[in-house]
Each structure stands twice: as structure tokens, then as C-alpha cells.
């Protein structure tokens, strides 16, 4: 009986973090962008382009219930090092409480230089995002493209999954190169990384 116990509550956040997405997701479609938490083969290939030894913060762009944040640290990125950039207030609360030495931030990364303010003390190491970009205009996506990029260190990953067939930012968006991986069958639904590096 105890071992049962235990099982059930090793499996309960899993379960309110899937009831929580879902739940904002019907209430809000768009600014939430994806039914379920992104899955950990999604997360860990996310995490696999931040190098733990590059200097600065890693900012993470929608972290949500923070699959993404953990695949992070288990990557080697102490939470202390964390910037995460959330809308949504009930994710912001469950960030801070997982993650006490990570810097929270209850904003909106489509204006992600005015949200930061001077958060940063030094330029990024990576930015890893998890925004639904195809639900928004071309110009808010380039605009945050020119944020990130202001953002990071020269040769920084910003790295960003998508469910679409088209990339989610421009691949001749000026001074930047992209690459993709392949198609993440193990993610509902079905997802790419895009990773863009300043040259």
C-alpha cells in the first residue's frame, strides 16, 4: 500500500501540469499555443543546442508548467543562471515554487527588450523559446527576432520548436543562419526545432 502511494504522488504534478495546460489552453488558445506540455524528448532535443559552459543567462521565452526548464538543468544550466519569461500568472506562480533561484518574469516576450528592462547583466547564452510564433503576424515574429538577437551573445543559439511545416522565423532573416531537426514523432503533436545562430 505505501508503494502505491508513492506512485501516485510521484505522478500527480505530471498530471496537474497536463490539467493546467489544457485548461488554459481552452481558455485562451492562441496565447497558449499548445494543448499539452511539450514532451521530454521535445525538451531534452531543445536543451541538447545550449552549451553549459557558455558565459550569461539562458532566457527561456514561454516556459509554461516548465518541461523545458527542466530539461535545461538536467543539460548542466544552474536554475540561478534561468531568466523565464511567462504570461500567464498561474505558470508564473509554479515556476517560482519549482524553481526559487531562477528570475521570473510575468510578461509578454513579444516585447521582450521592454519586459527585461535591466534583468540582464550580461548578454544571453542562449534563448530558448517555446511561443506559438506561427500564431502571430510576420512582423511581431521578426520583431522579436531583433530583440533576441540584441539580446545574445554573436554566435548564440535561439532555439525554438515549431508544430508547422514553414519555419516559424524567415530563414533569410538578415544576419542570422538557421538549421532544423527532424521531425519530433514523440511529441503531441508531432514537432521541429529550429535553431538560428547569429554569424
Known amino acids: 500500500m505505501p508503494l502505491q502511494s508513492s506512485i501516485r504522488v510521484a505522478k500527480k504534478p505530471l498530471l496537474d501540469d497536463e490539467v493546467q495546460f489544457i485548461r488554459s489552453w481552452i481558455e485562451k488558445p ?13 525538451a531534452r532535443t531543445m536543451a541538447r543546442h545550449v552549451d553549459p559552459s557558455a558565459e550569461g543567462p539562458v ?5 509554461g508548467t516548465g518541461p523545458v526548464t527542466a530539461a535545461l538543468v538536467e543539460q548542466g544550466i544552474h536554475p540561478s543562471r534561468l531568466v523565464l519569461v511567462e504570461f500567464n500568472p498561474d505558470f508564473c506562480r509554479l515556476l517560482r515554487k519549482r ?10 516576450a513579444y516585447r521582450l527588450r521592454h519586459v527585461l528592462g535591466d534583468k540582464l547583466e550580461a548578454p544571453a547564452a542562449a534563448i530558448v523559446s517555446s511561443l506559438p510564433l506561427l500564431t502571430k503576424a510576420p512582423r511581431m515574429r521578426l520583431r522579436l527576432m531583433a ?5 545574445m551573445r554573436k554566435g548564440a543559439p535561439f532555439v525554438q520548436f515549431t508544430y508547422g511545416l514553414l519555419p516559424p522565423i524567415p530563414k533569410n532573416f538578415a544576419s542570422v543562419a538557421a538549421e532544423a531537426s527532424n521531425l519530433i514523432w514523440l511529441n503531441l503533436p508531432p514537432a521541429r526545432v529550429w535553431v538560428y545562430r547569429t554569424r
Do not use: C
Not at 524553481?99 to 509578454?108: F, H, I, K, L, N
Open 30 to 42: 492562441l496565447r497558449t499555443g499548445a494543448v499539452m506540455p511539450s514532451s521530454k524528448v521535445l
Open 59 to 63: 532566457i527561456e521565452l514561454g516556459p
Open 99 to 108: 524553481y526559487p533561484e531562477a528570475t521570473v518574469v510575468s510578461g509578454d
Open 147 to 151: 530583440d533576441v538577437v540584441n539580446l
